[in-house]
C-alpha cells in the first residue's frame, strides 16, 4: 500500500523567494516519486521524478527535489519564484515495476506575489 | 515528452443523458491507460486502469455499468458516463502508459463536465 502526504494545502511566496513544497510518502516497496504541476482546468504537467539513482533530481522550470529515505521524503524546492510558478502541485508515488498506478497527494496550491 | 490528447475539454449535458469522453495518445503505443476524476481543489482519484484488448479495472466503489470504459486500440480509451447525473459533474482526466517498464504516464489535458 502506498500513500502521500503533503503538508499544507496553500503556500505563499513572494517573487524571488524560495519555494519548498513538502511531500512524504510511505510504500511497501521501493518507490519511484513524482512531482507534478496543474493551471485551472488543465491535465498534470511532469515536472520531475525519481526511480533509481541520484537522489538529487532537477526538472524542468528549475525545480528540484531530493528523495530522502531515511525521512521518506520528496520535498520541492525552487530557489527563486516567479508569478507564473503559481499553480497546484501534486506529489505522486508509485511502486517500482511497469504495472504500478500513481498515488496522489492532495496538492498543494502555491500562490506567488509581486 | 509524449503527447496525450483528450477531447472533448468541456462538456455540458442534460441529466439522463450520456457523454463519451476520448483519450488518444498521438505519438507513442499506449498499452495502459488510467481515468481519473478531480472534485474542485482535490487530488486525483483513480476510477479505472485499463489495457488495451481487456476489460477495464474498477477501483473500489466507482460504478461499472456507469462509467463504460473502453481500450480497443493502443491510440485510444474512452470513457462513457452513462445516465449521467449534477453529481457526476467533475473533471476528469486520462493518462496513458507506454510498453511494461516505462515509468512515465503522460496526462491529457482534462475534461469538465457539467450535467445541468
Known amino acids: 500500500a502506498q500513500s502521500v502526504t503533503q503538508l499544507g494545502s496553500h503556500v505563499s511566496v513572494s517573487e524571488g523567494a524560495l519555494v519548498l513544497l513538502r511531500c512524504n510518502y510511505s510504500s511497501s516497496v521501493p518507490p519511484y516519486l513524482f512531482w507534478y504541476v496543474q493551471y485551472p482546468n488543465q491535465g498534470l504537467q511532469l515536472l520531475l521524478k525519481?526511480?533509481?539513482?541520484?537522489?538529487l533530481v532537477k526538472g524542468i522550470n528549475g525545480f528540484e527535489a531530493e528523495f530522502k529515505k531515511s525521512e521518506t521524503s520528496f520535498h520541492l524546492t525552487k530557489p527563486s519564484a516567479h508569478m507564473s510558478d503559481a499553480a497546484e502541485y501534486f506529489c505522486?508515488?508509485?511502486?517500482?515495476?511497469?504495472?504500478?498506478?500513481?498515488?496522489f497527494g492532495k496538492g498543494t496550491m502555491l500562490l506567488v506575489s509581486p | 515528452g509524449a503527447v496525450v490528447s483528450q477531447h472533448p475539454s468541456r462538456v455540458i449535458c442534460k441529466s439522463g443523458t450520456s457523454v463519451k469522453i476520448e483519450c488518444r495518445s498521438l505519438?507513442?503505443?499506449?498499452?495502459?491507460m488510467f481515468w481519473y476524476r478531480q472534485f474542485p481543489k482535490q487530488s486525483l482519484m483513480l476510477m479505472a486502469t485499463s489495457n488495451e484488448g481487456s476489460k477495464a479495472t474498477y477501483e473500489q466503489g466507482v460504478e461499472k455499468d456507469k462509467f463504460l470504459i473502453n481500450h480497443a486500440s493502443l491510440t485510444l480509451s474512452t470513457l462513457t458516463v452513462t445516465s449521467a447525473h449534477p453529481e457526476d459533474s467533475s473533471f476528469y482526466i486520462c493518462?496513458?502508459?507506454?510498453?511494461?517498464?516505462?515509468?512515465?504516464?503522460?496526462f491529457g489535458q482534462g475534461t469538465r463536465l457539467t450535467v445541468v
Open positions: 493518462s496513458a502508459r507506454g510498453q511494461t517498464g516505462n515509468t512515465e504516464a503522460f
Open positions: 505519438d507513442f503505443q499506449a498499452t495502459t
Open positions: 525519481y526511480t533509481t539513482g541520484a537522489t
Open positions: 505522486a508515488v508509485s511502486g517500482n515495476s511497469g504495472y504500478s498506478t500513481l498515488t
